[in-house]
């Protein structure tokens, strides 16, 4: 009796013990294959960046749903301090949520109470953001085994302690001396980390690595277009014989690009690892692959077996891409009845404007349709052969194409969702058109220039004119819709419209909501199956990112980042509304919560007092085919930055040519981001850019006086 009391006690304890060892169970620590192959069973969680492999965006959870959503209150916020585009999507598991911020900073909260539990800053050089061609934005971490994976915008892949935010790992993934950026979510799968990158808009060659999530050690490499090399000894070598005879030329020259900046899904049934690849380097085929070619694997979804890294198929969305139309939109996976056959497939809505359905199995086409009626460059997809039918001229070898999608896409990376309940996947849709020529009307002036844009496109007809009728035009010619997409039939079902394109990703529930953001700040929750507008909230700032959601001890929780940036952002200049901007913040809601923000920042833009003009209307053309080649990316079309990069229309800076010229060529700002450009101009160059801008604020300037005149006339 007393011997077996004592075993009892030894087990027990043994048990205890256990169990303390593995008190982070429910936690980062538990993160692995089954956890997150069994999401569903623990729906409180948000684990893996789509939340499940299949990257649906459709959470269980229901305490918050149509009936009680009006009482969405906000629960706890957090002020972030970078100024910046946030894209990011938080994971939370065991109480704790894990998030990124512009710079590629990683927080931990206290998922309930918003208490700050670490700060991991990788200190990426601000001189990195002029390799980003869409803002020093991140995605988000990825968790396995108690560590948190983050890229970083200079091409780090680094492993954090998921309890104290200490730096375990970090590898570089990139040659640094190029133009690559990492912006995406890492995902993990069969304990490997894997990683893209981003860089074609500069000139780079894209690919994907997977590295040993415990030891950081590369496991593979897999490139998605060849390089000047037959061979790279990497897990592509076998792809790549096939894809090379697709290429002409030298294509290697400037990258070829291909970039894998964003979208991955799994699936462990099939064991299948899908890709979304990015466009050209340079956008333009003509310059790239003189003579044509469907450049393999430009803008295709590939299927790799994610232990090794190997091909086994892919479907290209735009053979021989010439428009910046990428395929590394989301990639959702889902179980569906097609023609009265459960099919497993794979979805995307790429920048093309065709919503894809493919047999996730074999990669080949169920259908493809266009859910933008808009979209000009291609009348339809060919059924049988999986390819569109382009339309005449569309490729602008000869001539100005005025094309629909633009570079921006009629979907961007803004996260879809896709809801098992209603069978409806939500795309935050838009129509933003673009003229796309020959770079100074042929491409024999396409010149390789390090450090800028090598897209071998002309920016100039894409600048924006500085007429206010004609803006606003223009601005109407932009549109921004959360449409609700039947994927059997290949209809639209609902759709909301907004004031612009550019609205956050979105969140789809099993209390039958649709969650999205907006570019003018407003954060709503929709009726899943009728597009009803439940509720909004104003959160201060243009919204980008999705919202994600979860549960702590039987309370439901929906999380934003919110915060304006991203491509669009930097670069429309007078394209994008003034009430995007605003102040960024992490922001929580649940129902009943009663947290309020502080008063929305009031910014008042005045022009200067402006010197008299001394310049010569040759420099003033020249300063604007100059800044339109190489700022405006950054500091908006026509000048115009509705940003937190300086809209330089209001800038001290060019009033003054000495430390105007001490900025550009002599980079005397890098350590903010702003580089020196001798590279890409010369003293006269930029000159000439301080004239144009100059004479645009003087302009600008006497407009508004006039206008200040008439209204206290009145
Ligand atoms: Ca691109």
Request: proline letters at 6%; aromatic letters at 10%; hydrophobic letters at 40%.
């Amino acid at each position: 009796m007393g011997a077996n009391r004592a075993v009892w006690t030894v087990v027990l304890a043994a048990g205890v013990m256990a169990l303390a060892g593995c008190s982070d169970k429910g936690g980062a620590g538990g993160v692995n294959a089954d956890r997150i192959i069994a999401a569903d069973s623990t729906p409180g969680d948000w684990i893996s960046h789509g939340r499940t492999y299949s990257e649906q965006r459709f959470s269980p959870l229901e305490k918050i749903n149509t009936s009680n959503v009006q009482d969405l209150g906000l629960a706890w916020s957090f002020e972030l301090p970078e100024n910046r585009g946030i894209e990011a999507t938080p994971l939370v598991t065991g109480g704790v949520m894990y998030t990124t911020s512009a710079w590629s900073i990683v927080r931990a909260f206290d998922a309930k109470t918003g208490k700050l539990l670490w700060t991991y800053d990788p200190k990426v050089p601000r001189s990195t953001g002029v390799k980003a061609c869409c803002d020093s934005v991140n995605r988000g971490v990825a968790l396995w085994e108690g560590r948190v994976f983050v890229g970083t915008l200079d091409g780090r892949l680094e492993a954090l302690d998921a309890k104290s935010g200490r730096l375990v790992w970090s590898k570089v993934t990139v040659d640094q001396t190029k133009p690559y950026t990492i912006t995406g979510a890492p995902r993990v799968v069969k304990g490997k980390v894997l990683i893209g990158n981003g860089g074609a808009e500069l000139g780079v060659r894209g690919y994907l690595s997977a590295y040993d999530a415990k030891t950081g050690e590369m496991a593979w490499r897999f490139y998605t277009v060849p390089g000047k090399k037959e061979s790279d000894g990497s897990a592509s070598d076998e792809a790549m014989k096939k894809a090379r005879p697709t290429w002409n030329g030298e294509f290697w020259k400037v990258g070829a690009g291909g970039t894998v900046w964003d979208s991955m899904a799994y699936d462990p049934d099939l064991d299948l690892l899908y890709i979304g690849v990015g466009n050209g380097s340079p956008w333009n085929r003509d310059i790239r692959s003189p003579g044509g070619g469907d450049n393999l694997f430009l803008s295709s979804i590939v299927a790799l077996r994610p232990s090794t890294g190997e091909y086994v198929w892919h479907y290209q969305t735009t053979p021989g891409e010439t428009w910046d139309y990428t395929a590394t939109q989301h990639i959702v996976l889902a179980d569906i009845t097609v023609g009265g056959k459960p099919r497993k497939v794979l979805m995307q809505a790429p920048k093309n404007g065709f919503f894809y359905v493919l047999d996730r199995t074999d990669g080949k086409l169920i259908s493809a349709q266009k859910y933008v009626a808009s979209v000009n460059w291609a009348s339809h997809i060919d059924p049988v052969s999986g390819r569109p039918v382009e339309s005449p001229g569309a490729r602008y070898e000869k001539a100005l194409h005025l094309s629909n999608p633009g570079p921006l896409g009629a979907h961007n990376w803004h996260p879809m969702a896709f809801s098992p309940k209603t069978g409806l996947v939500y795309i935050p849709a838009q129509e933003i058109p673009f003229p796309y020529m020959q770079p100074g009307g042929d491409k024999a002036n396409f010149k390789y220039r390090p450090q800028g844009w090598n897209v071998g496109i002309d920016f100039l007809v894409a600048g924006l004119p500085d007429d206010e009728a004609q803006l606003k035009a223009i601005r109407a010619s932009l549109k921004g819709r959360l449409i609700a997409w039947d994927p059997v039939s290949q209809t639209e079902k609902w759709s909301v419209d907004y004031s612009g394109p550019w609205n956050g990703g979105v969140l789809a529930t099993a209390g039958g909501l649709v969650f999205q953001g907006n570019a003018t700040g407003e954060f709503s929750a929709y009726d899943a199956g009728s597009g009803k507008k439940l509720w909004g909230f104003d959160t201060q700032t243009g919204v980008v990112a999705p919202s994600m959601t979860y549960e702590i001890d039987g309370e439901q929780y929906v999380a934003l980042m919110a915060g304006w940036g991203g491509g669009f952002a930097v670069s429309a200049g007078a394209g994008v509304d003034p009430r995007s901007e605003g102040p960024r913040r992490l922001l929580v809601f649940k129902v009943g919560g009663k947290e309020k923000l502080p008063a929305r920042p009031v910014s008042k833009k005045e022009f200067m007092d402006l010197p008299p003009s001394s310049a010569t209307p040759q420099q003033i053309a020249t300063g604007t085919a100059v800044f339109a080649a190489n700022c405006g990316v950054c500091h908006g079309a026509g000048a115009v930055s509705e940003f937190s990069i300086p809209d330089l229309r209001y800038s001290p800076t060019i009033t003054d040519a000495a430390i105007f010229k001490s900025i550009v060529i002599d980079g005397d700002r890098s350590e903010l981001g702003m580089v020196s450009f001798k590279s890409l101009m010369n003293e006269s160059e930029a000159e000439a850019v301080r004239h144009y801008l100059l004479d645009l604020a003087r302009r600008q300037k006497a407009k508004q006086v006039a206008a200040l005149g008439l209204a206290s006339k009145d």
